[in-house]
């Protein structure tokens, strides 16, 4: 992964270059041409970043045009360049296979070779504020990615729980806006810059929030525009996923009007999707996080190319929450990868356990999801020992536990386990098949063109069920099924539609320490097979395969 960084100078002179100029850069090479926006650096001075290949010459064409009547026309010192970039670079886990999107089946993430991505990301709203320091980003980084997770999400300024230039959300470079918002602060993203290339040097994909959600209201849309349009400029060149805003729908806390602000907000925020499309030419995938549904919230389904998930924080609603969501997400035409991005914090506001992560990664992957965003109590705020976060614009404080401390909760380290064991398998050629297990908890099972009263409609299908097995596979050869905790209850569901020409085996995976155990054949000649009790009373993954069909990966 090479980035090469290119600046110019515009020698005409204007009150509020940010405001009142928009400044592009025509890059030709090897029969292709680009239009990249460039970002401000202060001054007369404009910068792009581009992905190159070494070898390669590039000529750029500086062009800007101003956005007011009246003013004069913008002068480049240089209004040509051209460059080779000679360094010599290995195959990056985030670029060898191009850039990345969606399946062609709709149903998860791939490159654009095809090859498959597990979406198992870490919740790092305040990861770029300054009382965490980047050598701290680095260690939790590392952390992280030693831990297999994929992905970070991670919000580039403006940051949630807080009102705007809260001294909090500062980073070594200050708020990341100039007062009253009159342009941006390009040293802030000058600090940002190490933490966003850092991630992506050690295989971590950044998944970049512009901001959340209800700042949109304090700047206008014209400044959130154009706050987008340099922070698209910055990273676009990255493999990167843009996210939006955060809580599209959610309403300033002390907000007068929320009704008028949560409409202000769709409407608004949904156009600005369609311009980073607009103007990103390495077309980094587009969503955006929700209070619900980012696909439902917001005003047209193509402003994004997957449904990121809120289930809620209270493991009572979430348990059904995040498979209802996941289901009826999965089975939406046209299909776009459906995952849960917000779910039961571990240890946020003092609840939630690791058993807790385990119950929402399985059951909802079961369900359709391409993967899941694990979060802690800590770490989405970014909690130093000697600085917790305080306490939010409400007023209210969820946590004081420090990161560190955080980031030893059992439950990051067995979703990473989760994922390399689904890692052995064709994970993203698995379907939800309940009709594969009995007693088996309801989903949805058809496809639909028109969204619909689900939680009506999976609360009848509920009635009188409350059976919490889940089940996907690959047709007969492959069947992956989750096993709750159940209390002074250890059965197990029976297993259904096998070949009975075929020989399987089963076993038991350990979604706490990642042992597979309780190996055995299944007897021959059988359809349908009634697995033993579990041997603990604690949640497993009971896998069964057939034998001469593992070619899994």
């Keep these: 992964?090479?980035?090469?960084?290119?600046?110019?100078?515009?020698?005409?002179?204007?009150?509020?270059?940010?405001?009142?100029?928009?400044?592009?850069?025509?890059?030709?090479?090897?029969?292709?041409?680009?239009?990249?926006?460039?970002f401000w650096r202060g001054g007369g001075y404009w910068s792009v970043r581009m992905s190159v290949k070494p070898g390669v010459t590039y000529k750029i064409h500086w062009e800007a045009e101003t956005v007011e009547e009246g003013l004069p026309e913008p002068v480049f010192e240089n209004s040509d360049t051209v460059f080779i970039t000679n360094e010599t670079v290995e195959p990056h886990p985030l670029t060898a296979h191009g850039t990345l999107g969606v399946s062609s089946d709709g149903h998860h993430f791939a490159f654009e070779d095809g090859t498959p991505f597990f979406w198992l990301g870490d919740t790092w709203w305040k990861g770029m504020v300054g009382r965490f320091s980047f050598e701290e980003?680095?260690?939790?980084?590392?952390?992280?990615?030693?831990?297999?997770?994929?992905?970070?999400?991670?919000?580039?300024?403006m940051l949630c729980d807080e009102a705007p230039y809260d001294k909090t959300s500062e980073n070594e470079g200050g708020y990341c806006w100039k007062p009253d918002f009159s342009e941006i602060n390009p040293v802030y993203y000058d600090f940002a810059d190490r933490r966003i290339s850092y991630l992506c040097q050690i295989g971590l994909m950044p998944c970049i929030l512009f901001s959340w959600g209800y700042h949109i209201t304090f700047t206008g849309y014209e400044k959130m525009r154009l706050y987008v349009r340099n922070i698209v400029a910055r990273y676009a060149a990255y493999p990167?996923?843009?996210?939006?805003?955060?809580?599209?729908?959610?309403?300033?806390?002390?907000?007068?009007?929320?009704?008028?602000?949560?409409?202000?907000?769709?409407?608004?925020?949904?156009?600005?999707?369609?311009?980073?499309?607009?103007?990103?030419?390495?077309?980094?995938?587009v969503g955006t996080h929700p209070s619900y549904s980012g696909r439902r919230e917001v005003v047209r389904d193509d402003a994004v190319d997957f449904d990121m998930l809120q289930s809620g924080h209270r493991i009572e609603e979430v348990a059904l929450n995040a498979v209802r969501q996941t289901s009826v997400g999965y089975h939406k035409l046209p299909h776009k990868p459906v995952f849960v991005s917000e779910a039961v914090y571990e240890g946020h506001m003092i609840v939630n356990t690791d058993y807790h992560q385990r119950y929402v990664f399985w059951t909802s992957f079961l369900s359709g999801a391409c993967g899941f965003t694990y979060g802690a109590g800590g770490i989405w705020q970014m909690n130093t020992d000697k600085t917790p976060n305080g306490p939010s614009a409400h007023g209210g404080e969820y946590e004081r536990t420090?990161?560190?401390?955080?980031?030893?909760?059992?439950?990051?380290?067995?979703?990473g386990m989760s994922k390399s064991f689904l890692e052995n398998y064709r994970w993203y050629d698995m379907k939800p098949c309940q009709d594969k297990i009995t007693p088996a908890a309801?989903?949805?099972?058809?496809?639909?063109?028109?969204?619909?009263?689900?939680?009506?409609?999976?609360?009848?299908?509920?009635?009188?069920?409350?059976?919490?097995?889940?089940?996907?596979?690959?047709?007969?050869?492959?069947?992956?099924?989750?096993?709750?905790?159940?209390?002074?209850?250890?059965?197990?569901?029976?297993?259904?539609?096998?070949?009975?020409?075929?020989?399987?085996?089963?076993?038991?995976?350990?979604?706490?320490?990642?042992?597979?155990?309780?190996?055995?054949?299944?007897?021959?000649?059988?359809?349908?097979?009634?697995?033993?009790?579990?041997?603990?009373?604690?949640?497993?993954?009971?896998?069964?395969?057939?034998?001469?069909?593992?070619?899994?990966?």
């Design 137 to 157: 980003f680095k260690e939790l980084a590392d952390d992280r990615k030693a831990k297999n997770f994929s992905v970070i999400q991670i919000v580039a300024g």
């Design 402 to 415: 420090p990161w560190r401390e955080a980031a030893a909760f059992p439950g990051s380290a067995q979703l």
């Design 240 to 285: 990167v996923i843009w996210d939006g805003c955060g809580e599209i729908a959610m309403p300033y806390y002390m907000s007068k009007t929320p009704d008028e602000d949560r409409e202000r907000q769709r409407r608004e925020w949904t156009d600005i999707l369609d311009y980073v499309r607009k103007i990103d030419p390495y077309r980094r995938p």
């Design 1 to 38: 992964m090479l980035i090469s960084e290119q600046t110019a100078r515009i020698i005409t002179e204007y009150t509020s270059p940010f405001n009142q100029l928009e400044v592009n850069a025509r890059v030709t090479f090897e029969g292709a041409e680009l239009l990249l926006p460039a």
């Design 442 to 553: 309801f989903t949805f099972n058809e496809d639909f063109h028109e969204w619909f009263d689900d939680r009506a409609a999976f609360n009848e299908g509920n009635k009188n069920n409350w059976c919490r097995f889940y089940a996907s596979g690959i047709e007969d050869e492959l069947i992956m099924i989750y096993l709750p905790v159940g209390y002074y209850d250890w059965k197990t569901p029976k297993v259904l539609g096998l070949d009975s020409s075929a020989s399987y085996e089963a076993k038991l995976f350990n979604p706490i320490d990642g042992t597979v155990f309780s190996k055995r054949l299944l007897p021959e000649g059988v359809s349908e097979w009634q697995p033993p009790c579990r041997p603990l009373s604690q949640d497993f993954v009971l896998v069964v395969e057939k034998i001469g069909e593992r070619n899994w990966k």
